[in-house]
Each structure stands twice: as C-alpha cells, then as structure tokens.
C-alpha cells in the first residue's frame, strides 16, 4: 500500500515537472503572398510580449531529421512587437546569420519560428510548410497552422491562441 502511494506521488510530481517545463507550440507565426509574389514572414507575438531568436529553418523534405541547408537565424533575445518582413530577409537590426540559397526551395520543408520564455508562460510562435504551400497562395492570403486564410483570419487566429 505504501509502494503504491510512493508511485503515485512520484507520477504526479513527474507529470507537474514536465508540464511546467515545456512551451507550448502556438500559431503565432504565417507566412503570406506579397502581391509582388515575394512570401513575407508574419510575426504576431502575444500582447506586449518580447520575444527572441526568431529562425527561418529549411531542409529536403526527404531528409527527415537532417541538416538545414537554407534559412537564417537571429541570437537577439530582446525582441519585441509584431513584424512583417520579406521570408529571407528579416530586419537589419536583428543582424540575422543566413544559410544557403535566399528562396523557397522545391522538395523542401520550413520552419518559421520565434519563442517567448518566461516562468509559467512560455510559447513558440511557429508554422511549418512547405515551398509548394507557399507558391500555390494567392497574394495577400497566409499560410498559418496548417492551411491557407486571410491576412484577417491569420490575425483572429494568433489573437485568439493568446
């Protein structure tokens, strides 16, 4: 009887560790179709929430857990405000650190993602896609979680997940 409430304790202080210790994945991140056919990162953090890191992630999408070859990265970790930038070409100030070819690739996956790290309520803002998602959107549309919608539905969307 002992041993059984032992275990229990220990299941539940396991399951309180690791939930307090993992951000959350929300889609706070889209990328939409400029009527000038460039795709353009949308960063919707929550509120007046700073953020850091933000990352453009791109790799063959046969090769499962393989390297990035194309993308960028930013190591500023005091980030704030929503942001609306051309996909491969974040703001200057963030003096971002770029790898492979600045374009969509074909066969290739993404990850367009920023974080928000603090005590009790952190989140990812992010989106995964593809090059072909992107290409078959129509200029002022937005890919965010998933699917294709309007700029207005993307905004509702990160909106409402805060």
């Known amino acids: 009887m002992k041993r059984a409430g032992v275990a229990a304790v220990g299941v539940v202080a396991g399951v309180l560790l690791l939930s307090g210790c993992a951000a959350v994945d929300l889609p706070l991140a889209g990328v939409r179709m400029g009527a000038d056919g460039v795709p353009y990162a949308l960063i919707r953090p929550c509120g007046d929430d700073g953020y850091r890191t933000p990352s453009l992630d791109g790799w063959a999408a ?5 390297p990035v070859t194309t993308g960028w990265d930013v190591r500023k970790e005091e980030l704030s405000g929503d942001a609306d930038f051309p996909l491969f070409s974040p703001p200057a100030a963030w003096k971002a650190r770029h790898r492979g070819e600045r374009r969509l690739l074909p ?4 990850t367009l993602a920023f974080g928000h790290y603090v005590t009790g309520d952190s989140y990812n803002g992010i989106v995964g896609f593809s090059a072909e998602d992107i ?5 002022g549309r937005v890919w965010a979680d998933d699917r294709a ?4 539905e993307f905004e509702r969307l990160a909106e409402d997940s805060c």
């Open 62 to 66: 046969g090769a499962g857990d393989g």
């Open 107 to 110: 066969g290739h996956r993404y």
């Open 135 to 139: 290409a078959g959107l129509k200029p």
């Open 149 to 152: 919608m309007s700029l207005g």
